[in-house]
């Protein structure tokens, strides 16, 4: 029987979904609000240097389109749809129903921008999106929850087009010995007391501490990605390894 990971636990491979989808159900309407208080704030500086490695075209010749995938409230499809004046499309692709609707609530107290932002439920394993029609993927905070990585970014692959940029901003591996101490006492203990106090359920947060450290380091989930088929693969290493940016193409 096929097992995946979900946090420290195995379980068969064809119940993690669900388990996930009870997770997020859970954590939703308080999604963004405990990014804020988990990180201090510093998923906003990560996600803005994300989208601006990324460098989506201010006003392409020709449409391009981006598939932002596991982004239900739509914070890094926002922040991508501000900066393409014409010519663009973002699609947010979550599994995650009430992820999306929060998402969807969002879009409706803001302003708009000129490049609209549409939200659709769907699997990173099988996409809908024609291949080779697609500009940009990007996926922030959502690759370590699906249930099968490698045919995820395989699906993106096929997405892609040929020179089209693959981006993935996740949690990583802390590289510095005393912060490496200090952040494993703040996530196993601090993180899931204030999902308690904030969220009302301590519990998701155990399950996405430990995703976190059952995810594999920078240079294995590099390898993962060329494995699919992308190449010129690079990794930027944010707050002391806390987090990472992977970018890759299809050449």
Not at 185 to 204: C, K, N, Q, T, W
Request: proline share 5%.
């Amino acid at each position: 029987m096929s097992e995946a990971s979900f946090g420290f636990r195995k379980v068969p491979i064809e119940e993690k979904q669900g388990l996930v989808n009870r997770v997020f159900d859970t954590v939703a309407s308080r999604y963004d609000l405990m990014n804020d208080a988990m990180s201090g704030g510093l998923h906003r500086v990560w996600k803005d240097a994300f989208v601006s490695w990324l460098a989506a075209p201010r006003r392409p010749r020709q449409p391009y389109h981006v598939v932002d995938v596991a982004g239900g409230t739509g914070d890094v499809a926002f922040r991508i749809a501000r900066g393409i004046e014409a010519n663009g499309t973002v699609m947010v692709c979550d599994i995650n129903a009430e992820m999306l609707r929060e998402g969807v609530k969002r879009d409706g107290r803001r302003l708009r921008p000129r490049t609209p932002v549409h939200f659709v439920a769907a699997n990173a394993e099988a996409l809908p999106v024609p291949d080779a029609g697609t500009d940009a993927y990007t996926i922030a905070f959502g690759i370590r929850n699906v249930t099968r990585r490698d045919v995820a970014l395989k699906e993106a692959y096929r997405a892609l087009k040929r020179g089209g940029r693959f981006m993935c901003l996740e949690f990583s591996h802390v590289d510095v010995p005393v912060m490496e101490r200090v952040y494993e006492l703040y996530s196993f203990h601090v993180i899931p007391r204030m999902g308690e106090v904030i969220a009302g359920d301590g519990e998701p947060y155990r399950y996405l501490v430990e995703s976190i450290r059952t995810f594999p380091n920078p240079g294995r989930f590099a390898a993962e990605i060329e494995r699919a088929g992308f190449g010129q693969v690079k990794v930027r290493m944010l707050s002391g390894g806390v987090a990472a940016i992977h970018s890759a193409y299809k050449i």
